[in-house]
């Protein structure tokens, strides 16, 4: 009788020591979770990635280096270098950015650091430090604190807080702070 209470108190023992060790404790996967959002789970450094339709060139994004998060379904990319070309491979749209955050799922976009965006068709340039990119309804917008410039090529500007644009609806508006310049074209008196 001795013996069995000895050899199931040792039994006992081990299977407590063994449970202890089977502990219920899952911080370590919420911590691995934790990482998922922040260590990507591909990276490029010298990103290049060109668009085709029709056989022909219509966008080319460069970045420094890309980052991907499948998880989140986001890209980020790190000196941004992008153009949107025309049928005839004319630039219609060239920008720049220090950091930009893809969301796949929605094609939206935050911008910040160093921004800059050229129209070639609108002859219009954008400056600011962040900016967001709304796909389904094609607007950009700033904070509201963010200071925004746009510049024609004749050197109009404008330059003002709270930026939004409808860019399908061609609509810009400004909250507060607003300054600028518009230069008038004289005619000649040519005869």
């Known amino acids: 009788m001795i013996n069995l209470f000895f050899k199931s108190g040792i039994l006992a023992g081990l299977l407590s020591l063994f449970l202890m060790g089977c502990s219920l404790d899952y911080s370590q996967a919420i911590l691995d979770e934790d ?4 260590i990507p789970d591909t990276s490029f450094n010298d990103f290049k990635d060109i668009k085709v339709k029709d056989n022909v060139i219509v966008n080319k994004l460069e970045a420094a ?3 991907m ?3 989140l379904k986001k890209t980020v990319f790190y000196n941004l270098h992008f153009i949107q070309l025309d049928k005839k491979g004319t630039v219609l749209t060239e920008g720049w ?11 939206n976009a935050e ?3 160093s921004i800059r965006f050229y129209s070639a068709s609108d002859e219009i340039s954008i400056s600011t430090e962040n900016l967001f990119w709304e796909n389904d309804t094609k607007r ?3 904070n509201p604190e ?4 746009l510049e024609t090529n004749d050197g109009s500007f404008i330059s003002g807080k709270g930026f939004e644009a409808f860019l399908n609806k061609r609509i810009i508006t400004f909250q507060k702070g607003v300054t600028g310049k518009y230069v008038i074209e004289e005619e000649s008196d040519e005869k």
């Open 65 to 67: 280096r890309a980052e």
């Open 111 to 113: 911008m910040t650091g």
């Open 140 to 142: 950009l917008y700033s």
């Open 69 to 71: 998060f499948g998880r």
């Open 35 to 38: 990482l998922s959002e922040k």
């Open 146 to 149: 963010n200071e925004v410039h």
């Open 97 to 107: 950015a220090d950091q930009v955050v893809l969301h796949a799922d929605t094609d």
